[in-house]
């Protein structure tokens, strides 16, 4: 997953402003680290450079050709042929010898500079003469490769003059030398170019042509000496088993035969990486070396500067787009670019080509640590702005602070702040889980999957076993939860919020929440909670078993009695009495009766015209109005169309007790006024009378039951109609009121919210 995307329409967060400046400063991290980069390229004294290239070039060994053999003037010879210089009359048998066994060339790795023997200096010339493909080296002297007057005659029969020349790195090793080089226009060919061009191969001189930049000495076609893969070097024979005809003809002939100084303390000998001591590589080794990449098409060059440059850029570039594509795996990734760099050098290597992966590399190593420094500095900033921001919110629980850290070191001030936040964040939960186990319903938290986190004393008693780590769905089909009876298992979102009886009898409601983060609407899990409403229902059950009594047991046997008081009505003055008194118990029943009904979960709503249940509840106390001789006057239209969602009979009801209680404590000859509006989404029904009026001392405990007032008195009632009047109101969702002043009258207004569609 990328660290940026683009941008979206919300407002950013302080940790995407955090890495989108992080991104930019990388940018110009890169503007510089690729310019070093290509510096460090093109620096050819690069401390790294020469190891490396040891090293990959053990990796990259050449076979040695069949073709070359060496002739070296040992410790062997030394001792037979006596102590150097030796007679230039031996070096004239040596090449007859040589000359006689027909080799491809003989490249005469020795330096003719002793003192001079004119009858050894013309046999040796007549050798040379004779055998006709003799290469001879010049020594440079003075910044020129001139001969001396004594060499001319040996040096005019020679096939070839070349230099033996060597170029030193910073370290004093030899590593490489020019296959071209001297005054410039008079310049000479390196004599083991002179000895494969005697192979009778035709390449163009490896390595680029160069304008002379100097008025003495110029030096082009630079070559690398490659190493051999066979541990002792190239085949070899004695300078004085040659001379003695010890070594067969067969041996020497169509061969490359090199002939130089190899005994400790005779001839050129340089430090190079293929000695495994110092001062134990001979010139004449060195030209074989030379020789066999020349024969086998091998030889090293080094890459051209911007070349060079290019690469090393380019992989440095390559780990800076990884480092921001991927940068949980940066270490990962600075292994691997890193190893592939080197495994380049070496392709190239094996390709006849010298690329330095040093200054690479170099570059790779800085742009992983910036990369992490600056990552380390943007995550310490976030960090701390988080824990500044968490620190500043409402403190839940009281914390157990500690010692402050060293306000000087910024990285132990986070980890002082971390650990700060970590305590609270161990105290939060252990406070919720306490709270959890002490709530009075069974309660659990899941999270988003429905796997069950967190479940207390009571959730474990209502499904009997360890719910941690048990999924929900599955606890809850096997409690019984109807909507899974199925075996669907629907997603969390989905579960109903029902009551129902379990596998064990029990009323259970169950509700479901979902955990909402502090920023943002995706759920971090669910509350879940059930309620065991067992005895309740019972206690539900057992009323509603009472208010069936009261209903019509109770009223059964008032309505027979009032009945046979009718027949005997004019026999006897005390059954006027009893007939009294069994009315006013009817009435107290139905008093009862209605309340229950009203503080009873039995609600029946549906839509309803408001002012036909205001219609309906006037036309009932319209008689009781009229006996009394109270005028009952209303604004009501039959055509409003407002409407609320009711229980018809319990809210008419409501509105009969209002306006029967208007009529009772109102005076004959008095006047009952019932309007009717809507304001708001409410729809109102304003009953007032012209009453006694209630004292403000009693208009708090109006509602309540069993209360009874002075303006009531002489009146029968035990206080529980406008009880009921409220609970109805309230369960509708209205609110109901009363205004009123002592002799002026009462005014109640009720309000109940109008249903919309």
């Not at 490489?176 to 008079?186: A, F, K, M, Q, W």
């Not at 990552?375 to 914390?399: H, Q, T």
Request: glycine share 8%; proline share 6%; with cysteine.
């Amino acid at each position: 997953m990328m660290l940026w995307r683009k941008a979206e329409k919300r407002q950013p967060t302080q940790a995407q402003l955090l890495f989108h400046g992080l991104f930019r400063e990388w940018l110009w991290i890169g503007l510089v680290l690729l310019p070093f980069t290509a510096y460090l390229s093109l620096s050819a004294g690069l401390a790294f450079n020469n190891p490396l290239y040891d090293d990959l070039r053990r990796l990259t060994p050449l076979p040695v050709d069949p073709r070359i053999l060496l002739v070296t003037i040992d410790d062997q010879s030394l001792k037979k042929l006596g102590q150097w210089p030796w007679p230039r009359s031996l070096h004239a048998d040596v090449i007859n010898r040589l000359s006689a066994a027909q080799p491809a060339g003989i490249l005469f790795d020795v330096i003719f500079s002793e003192p001079r023997n004119a009858a050894d200096d013309l046999r040796l010339a007549n050798a040379v003469c004779n055998a006709g493909n003799v290469l001879l080296p010049l020594e440079r002297d003075g910044g020129a490769s001139q001969p001396g007057e004594q060499l001319l005659p040996l040096l005019n029969c020679a096939k070839g003059l070349g230099h033996i020349n060597v170029e030193a790195d910073s370290d004093g090793a030899v590593r490489s030398l020019y296959l071209r080089e001297g005054p410039p226009g008079n310049t000479l060919p390196q004599l083991a170019w002179l000895a494969y061009t005697l192979s009778g191969q035709t390449a163009q001189m490896p390595g680029r042509s160069e304008q002379p930049n100097s008025q003495r000495w110029h030096r082009e076609y630079r070559v690398r000496v490659p190493s051999t893969s066979e541990p002792h070097g190239f085949p070899s024979v004695s300078y004085a088993s040659v001379l003695h005809g010890e070594v067969p003809a067969e041996l020497l002939r169509d061969r490359l035969i090199l002939v130089g100084a190899s005994a400790y303390g005779l001839g050129d000998r340089f430090v190079t990486p293929l000695s495994s001591t110092p001062d134990t590589t001979a010139g004449v080794e060195i030209q074989a070396n030379v020789l066999n990449g020349l024969l086998q098409e091998r030889s090293i060059v080094d890459l051209p500067g911007w070349l060079a440059a290019l690469i090393a850029t380019a992989w440095v570039a390559l780990l800076l787009g990884l480092l921001l594509y991927r940068p949980r795996y940066a270490l990962w990734m600075t292994l691997g670019c890193m190893a592939g760099a080197l495994l380049g050098a070496w392709a190239l290597l094996r390709l006849g080509h010298w690329w330095s992966p040093a200054a690479c590399l170099i570059g790779m190593l800085l742009s992983y640590l910036i990369w992490n420094w600056r990552r380390l500095s943007v995550i310490l900033a976030y960090f701390g702005w988080e824990l500044a921001r968490l620190d500043n919110e409402p403190k839940v629980l009281p914390e157990r602070r500690r010692a402050p850290a060293n306000k000087g070191d910024v990285l132990q001030g986070r980890i002082f702040a971390l650990e700060q936040a970590v305590s609270r964040t161990r105290d939060t939960r252990r406070f919720m889980a306490d709270g959890l186990e002490c709530l009075p319903v069974a309660t659990l938290i899941t999270d988003p999957r429905g796997n069950i986190l967190l479940a207390n004393r009571i959730a474990r008693e209502v499904f009997g076993n360890d719910l941690v780590n048990q999924n929900l769905l599955e606890q809850l089909a096997d409690l019984g939860y109807p909507p899974l009876h199925n075996g669907v298992r629907p997603a969390l979102s989905a579960l109903e919020i029902v009551e129902f009886r379990d596998i064990h009898q029990r009323s259970l409601r169950m509700e479901i929440a979902p955990l909402l983060p502090a920023e943002g609407d995706v759920a971090l899990g669910w509350l879940l909670s059930l309620t065991d409403l067992s005895k309740e229902r019972e206690a539900q059950q057992h009323r509603e078993t009472m208010l069936r009594f009261l209903s019509h047991d109770l009223r059964a046997p008032h309505s027979a009695i009032l009945a046979l008081l009718d027949v005997h009505n004019a026999e006897s003055p005390v059954f006027a009495q009893i007939e009294q008194q069994v009315r006013r118990a009817l009435s107290l029943t139905e008093s009862f009766v209605q309340l229950a009904k009203a503080e009873a979960d039995g609600y029946h709503f549906q839509p309803s015209l408001f002012a036909m249940l205001v219609m309906d509840a006037f036309d009932q106390v319209a008689v009781i109005a009229q006996l009394k001789g109270i005028q009952l006057i209303h604004d009501l239209d039959e055509a409003d169309e407002g409407m609320v969602s009711a229980d018809q009979s319990l809210l008419t009801r409501a509105l009969f007790n209002v306006l029967e209680n208007a009529i009772k404590y109102s005076p004959a000859g008095t006047t009952v006024r019932l309007s009717h509006g809507s304001a708001q989404g409410w729809l109102e029904c304003r009953i007032s009378d012209q009453g006694p009026g209630i004292a403000a001392k009693d208009l708090p405990e109006l509602f309540s039951q069993y209360r009874r007032f002075d303006s009531a008195q002489g009146s029968e009632g035990l206080g529980l109609g406008l009880t009921m009047v409220k609970a109805v109101v309230e369960r509708h969702g209205g609110r109901i009121c009363c205004e009123s002043v002592v002799g002026k009258g009462t005014t109640f207004t009720l309000q109940l919210p109008q249903l919309e569609d």
